[in-house]
Structure formats: C-alpha cells, structure tokens
C-alpha cells in the first residue's frame, strides 16, 4: 500500500522527442506528487509537483499528468535535449505525513 | 540562502570501522532525512528526523543510527562498517512536503 511503482527502469529518447514516465501508486491518502530529478554526483531536486486536485501541471517542456481513477501520475518532456539525460524520481506522500514515498527511478538519456 | 550541507565529501573507511557523517539542513527547516543511494540505484530511506525527535526509520539494520541536535543539524552513524555500505549517502531538510538534497557523502568501505 506504502509503495509507488515507477516505470520504465530507463529510456532512451531521440533529441526533440517526447520523453514520458509513468508512476502508479496503491494509497488512496497519497496527496502530494512530486518529481525529481538528478544528475550524476548530485542530490535530487525538485522538478514539479501536483496535488490530485489538478488533472495536469506543465511548467515549461515538463508536465505531470494525474489519473487519480487509476491511481496514476506521469512526467512527460517534451522536446527532449541531451541535457535532460539525468534519473527521474517520482514520489508521493499522504495527508499529515511528510516522509516521501519514492519510486524506484528512470535513468533517461538523451540521444542528439 | 544556503543549501543543505554536508560532510564530509568522501569517507573512506575498512571493513569493521565506524563512520560518522553530518548534515546541515537549510535555515527555519526543522526535518531533516538520511538517504542511502548505492551506485546507479535508488533512493533507500534511511531515517527521517524532525523537532529533534526520530519520526521514522527505513529497513536497516540497528548499526545504523543517528540523531538531530536542537539547531536540526544531523549526524548519521554507521558502526561496524561492511562492504556493502559503499554508497553516497544524501540528506534532505524540509519544512513540508519538499525535499532539499544536499550534494552527498560518498562512502568507501575497503
């Protein structure tokens, strides 16, 4: 129930493509949804979020896209560049609990 | 405003030794968590501090410990050192819901 499955374990996308990310999670509490993202010898940070109030969050290329029926959430990049190769983490944590509950992350790479 | 610190930047340690690394959480944030990210994998949580008071541990052993002074910094022990405690270890302060990674403790148990 505790945990968020993150699909794929890596991608490989065309530079321009569309790069997309999908999460599914159990817990019906889960209220905040973020995304992170890192890159190599860094820590993660925060990309974007989104609160199940909202179906879509897009700030610049990247958008989240919330089913909360299917209990989904995806990362989508559009017009994907090399410097986008990074791993991707998506999380989720409930009502009153900030711990995150995190998947397993997407290593993405960017090809020119 | 200053980010997370930590230190140090590289820990190298043998096998049976203990390691202790510190974490300086951004100002006003009163949680701090401990993560442990082997090479190429994912984040394991580790333990979730907050008001000085241990709110969460993930699945590790009791060799694994630590402990949140009144000014929210953080210090993470790892006692009897084993080869497969190799891995950057990050931590993250927050207020709320976001996490702020500092740059890592990478660790080497030879």
């Known amino acids: 129930q505790q945990q968020v499955k993150q699909s794929p374990q890596s991608l490989i996308v065309q530079k321009g493509g569309i790069s997309i990310i999908n999460c599914a999670y159990e817990?019906?509490?889960?209220?905040?949804f973020p995304w992170y993202q890192q890159f190599p010898g860094k820590g993660p940070a925060l990309l974007i979020a989104?609160?199940?109030d909202v179906s879509e969050k897009k700030e610049g290329r990247f958008t989240i896209s919330f089913n909360k029926s299917a209990k989904q959430f995806s990362l989508h990049i559009m017009d994907s560049q090399p410097g986008d190769s990074a791993t991707y983490f998506c999380?989720?944590?409930?009502?009153?609990?900030?711990?995150?509950?995190w998947g397993a992350g997407t290593k993405l790479i960017i090809k020119p | 405003e200053a980010g997370v610190t930590q230190s140090p930047t590289h820990l190298i340690k043998t096998r049976g030794q203990q390691a202790t690394l510190r974490c300086s959480p951004i100002?006003?944030?009163?949680?701090v968590y401990w993560y442990q990210q082997a090479l190429g994998l994912g984040l394991q949580f580790l333990l979730w501090?907050?008001?000085?008071?241990?709110?969460n541990r993930g699945n590790f052993p009791p060799r694994f410990s630590g402990r949140q002074f009144p000014n929210y910094s953080s210090e993470l022990n790892v006692n009897a050192l084993e080869l497969e405690d190799s891995a950057l270890y990050l931590c993250?302060?927050?207020?709320?819901?976001?996490?702020?990674f500092g740059p890592g403790t990478r660790l080497t148990v030879l």
């Open positions: 999380a989720a944590s409930r009502v009153g609990n900030y711990q995150l509950i």
């Open positions: 100002s006003g944030h009163t949680s």
């Open positions: 501090y907050d008001e000085g008071e241990e709110r």
């Open positions: 993250a302060s927050s207020n709320y819901n976001e996490q702020f």
């Open positions: 817990n019906t509490a889960f209220d905040y």
């Open positions: 989104i609160r199940p």
